[in-house]
């Protein structure tokens, strides 16, 4: 019986060689192949064949108990680096699961990870049919991602990102276009599927079992492993009933002769409640034929519009549109769905996958108090940070008075005429920085630029313990600045708080290789990128401006100790911090921002500052601090501040500590004459008092010493 099999399985295998075997029968007709040499050659066409069969693998993680590495049992999981069971591995979860009562968890930090769990799909797949399919768990507020890579070395190809963002948007790319956009549940599990037809390198898109999107891989066409990464602080997920299947045989697909791909922009979906957003979008011809119309059905908040395209589309081309209707934001979410509904003047068209696409718009109401502190990291030698130029611009465009912005320039991986190596260092010791171009927003998580708005919103809603105010002074034939930040706490706060202040400078141009911008986003291939798409690599140094740019770090990059208090207690009350910084010749002013952010314990922001030099400045007035005077100084129990004035003028005194807490504030309101007011010094500590006198729009500053 078991000769008998063999034989079937041979013929069989010989059956199935034949087409890739010319003349098969001619070379079994030599004499040369002898049954002992046959032998051998059908071993390796029956491992051939092996090969090349229809292969599967699924886990439900029901065979693991809660804490097992699943590497540890199952050879096909791994890590990103090969180490398993370790902080870079999954686990088993009973939390929450799909089927059964297990499933893996996912939680990231800051600069991602420090999971990267990658599962070997068997082999480079380059033709054939493959599909994958994972069950994915988000709490609310919280995303997931996962990328396919395209080669057997992990890291040198990817053939497909799936983003499940925090704010419930899903994207998917090729990784050089975006292609797919919609939404997906939170707080519920959900099924992805992605269906690769590789032999015709055509990709379909599947949520909860619809086809959501479809596209061709402009990238790398070719799928070798899955790689679960949690981006950043906001990707918390868990995932359950992984599987996959690969049938070396892929069907044609049906020839497409009118196909309009609809894909809307995931961009500009979070603001102000009661703000207006535009939709806009982009309709690809996927078909052979010339598009000259497309019928667009949409709804905004349950409210149902149609518009009609006149087009001139070749295949292959694609063009921008914008929907005549504007969603307004609001504190609950908005859902924003769009489809074909016909193109050249027939309903529908030949590929119902990619003609839908769905985006949800969120609005919050900001504290009127909070702004949010982003350091970019960025360089003119990097030929992807004009992505973070394009949003860190959007963003204090969009939110002027709450973004407090940095760039922060590097020249270690290449020229750069505006890098500043003390702001520089602080963030290239950051924990979780991995490169450019990236942000590190409150000091508390490392994301891509792309990804800052969907996160601000979140902080802006935080209500802070601390508020601050800038005033400086601006010599101009010294072009020294002074700059005095007052920090102001309305209730005890209880921890190691720190203030860090600096200078940016906007409208920054210069000449030579340290200011031409290296643009990967040249001649369109990656996308639209503010306008970096239509210029060259690179984009000269007479065509670039640059803001935000780092100028000085007035205090260490982790903020001054002991700002506050030298416990752990802060009181109630305002505390004044001075800084002096000499401006260099060709730097203008006019263009700067002193800019200050207070950290609490663990360096995490509480709140940020930014005002314009020319916003801040007093004139420090020498013929009223020739009118004020102290005694006795030393003084040891009353201080009499004499102050001679020739007019009426608007009167304050502000007396602060050494360490620019303001022991007294008064306004006088309006006084004229030779005043005498009294400052009893028997109550303070013995050490050095500042005296500040403003009156109307100039300030005199004298030094008080009390000791008894």
Not at 97 to 104: L, R, T, Y
Not at 190 to 205: D, G, Y
Not at 279 to 287: H, K, M, R, V, Y
Not at 534 to 555: C, G, I, K, T, W
Request: hydrophobic share 40%; net charge negative.
């Amino acid at each position: 019986m078991n000769t008998i099999v063999i034989i079937v399985s041979i013929l069989f295998t010989i059956s199935i060689l034949y087409p890739y075997f010319q003349d098969l029968h001619q070379l079994l007709n030599k004499p040369y192949y002898t049954m002992k040499r046959l032998i051998p050659i059908l071993f390796l066409a029956l491992f051939a064949v092996s090969m090349q069969a229809q292969d599967s693998f699924s886990d439900d993680f029901e065979s693991y108990a809660a804490g097992d590495y699943p590497s540890a049992t199952n050879s096909q999981w791994t890590t990103w680096s090969g180490t398993e069971g370790g902080g870079e591995d999954m686990q088993v979860s009973t939390d929450f699961a799909a089927s059964g009562n297990n499933s893996v968890v996912f939680e990231g930090e800051a600069g991602g990870g420090p999971q990267d769990v990658v599962l070997d799909f068997g082999g480079v797949r380059t033709s054939g049919l493959f599909t994958f399919t994972s069950k994915f768990y988000c709490p609310s507020g919280k995303g997931a991602y996962f990328n396919f890579q395209g080669a057997a070395t992990i890291g040198s190809a990817w053939a497909m990102n799936c983003f499940m963002n925090p704010d419930g948007s899903f994207t998917v790319d090729d990784g050089n276009t975006f292609w797919v956009s919609s939404t997906y549940p939170q707080d519920e599990w959900f099924e992805v599927s992605i269906e690769a037809n590789l032999t015709h390198n055509f990709w379909r898109v599947y949520l909860n079992g619809d086809c959501i999107g479809s596209f061709t891989n402009e990238g790398t066409n070719a799928v070798a492993s899955l790689d679960l990464f949690p981006i950043d602080g906001n990707f918390d997920f868990y995932v359950d009933d992984v599987s996959y299947e690969y049938n070396p045989t892929a069907p044609t697909p049906d020839p497409i002769n009118d196909d309009a791909l609809l894909i809307l922009e995931n961009n500009g979906t979070v603001g102000f409640a009661g703000s207006n957003r535009q939709i806009t979008g982009f309709i690809a011809n996927d078909g052979v034929n010339t598009i000259t119309s497309v019928d667009i059905d949409y709804s905004i908040g349950g409210a149902n519009y149609s518009q009609n395209l006149t087009l001139n589309l070749e295949p292959d081309q694609a063009t921008p549109f914008t929907l005549d209707n504007m969603v307004t934001l609001e504190n609950t979410p908005v859902d924003v769905v769009a489809t074909v509904a016909g193109v050249n003047g027939v309903a529908g068209d030949d590929n119902a996958c990619n003609d839908k696409g769905s985006l949800r718009f969120s609005g919050f109401t900001p504290h009127p108090d909070r702004k949010t502190f982003a350091e970019e990291a960025t360089g003119a030698w990097c030929p992807w940070c004009p992505r973070g130029d394009v949003f860190m611009n959007l963003m204090d465009n969009r939110y002027p008075d709450h973004f407090v912005g940095v760039a922060v320039h590097n020249e270690t991986q290449g020229p750069d005429g505006m890098a500043l190596e003390s702001w520089d260092t602080g963030v290239r010791n950051f924990n979780g920085f991995d490169g450019w171009p990236s942000v590190i927003l409150e000091r508390d998580v490392v994301i891509d630029p792309s990804a800052i708005e969907n996160n601000i919103a979140v902080y802006l809603q935080e209500a802070p313990d601390a508020t601050i105010l800038h005033q400086a002074t601006w010599d101009e034939a010294t072009r020294e600045l002074d700059v005095t930040v007052y920090t102001t706490f309305a209730v005890q706060a209880v921890g190691d708080y720190r203030l860090v202040v600096g200078i940016t400078e906007d409208g920054v141009t210069g000449t030579g290789n340290g200011f031409a911008q290296a643009n990967a986003y040249a001649g369109g291939d990656f996308g639209t990128m503010g306008g970096f798409e239509s210029l060259p690599d690179p984009v000269p140094a007479e065509d670039m401006v640059y803001n935000h740019v780092a100028r000085e770090l007035l205090s260490p990059f982790g903020g001054v100790a002991n700002a506050y208090s030298t416990s752990v207690i802060v009181q109630p009350g305002t505390y004044e911090h001075n800084f002096t910084y000499t401006v260099p010749a060709d730097y203008n002013v006019d263009n700067m921002h002193i800019v200050s952010a207070v950290l609490q314990s663990g360096g995490v922001v509480d709140n940020a500052q930014s005002t314009t030099v020319n916003q801040t400045v007093d004139t420090e007035d020498i013929a009223l601090e020739n009118k004020v005077s102290i005694s006795p100084n030393p003084a040891a129990d009353v201080a009499n501040i004499r102050i001679e004035l020739d007019e009426s003028v608007q009167l304050q005194i502000v007396v602060t500590d050494a360490l620019g807490r303001v022991i007294q504030n008064r306004n006088y309101g309006q006084m004229n004459g030779d005043l005498v007011y009294p400052l009893i010094t028997s109550d303070l500590t013995n050490g050095i008092y500042y005296i500040r006198v403003n009156a109307n729009d100039s300030f005199a500053v004298k030094k008080l010493i009390v000791s008894k």
